[in-house]
């Protein structure tokens, strides 16, 4: 399963350094990694990755890769409150929804 996370057209992108720090807040332990393809986001502790777009630092759009077991659950709640707080907003099936 996998869930979109973005923010609005309008909305000033995001620094990686900022997405990293909110989910510390959050207790984790984020570790980033630039790979060729792309940036990815990993949690200690957590199957589950983070691909996050980013251009010169700045990103504005990424994507929760959830592994099998964490679909859910406060873990997954901890996330989306980590990108809540920089006023990014999800998408799933449904549409749109608010972190």
């Not at 630092?57 to 994507?63: K, R």
């Not at 989306?80 to 707080?85: I, L, V």
């Amino acid at each position: 399963m996998e869930t979109l996370l973005q923010l609005s057209d309008t909305s000033t992108p995001s620094t990686l350094d900022e997405v990293l720090a909110s989910l510390k807040k959050e207790h984790f332990e984020p570790r980033l990694e630039s790979k060729a393809w792309g940036d990815w986001i990993y949690l200690d502790g957590y199957s589950s990755v983070i691909s996050i777009e980013s251009n010169r630092g700045l990103s504005s759009s990424a994507t929760v890769e959830h592994a099998e077991g964490e679909e859910d659950g406060e873990f997954v709640q901890c996330i989306y409150r980590a990108f809540g707080r920089l006023g990014w907003h999800g998408v799933d099936d449904d549409g749109e929804f608010a972190l």
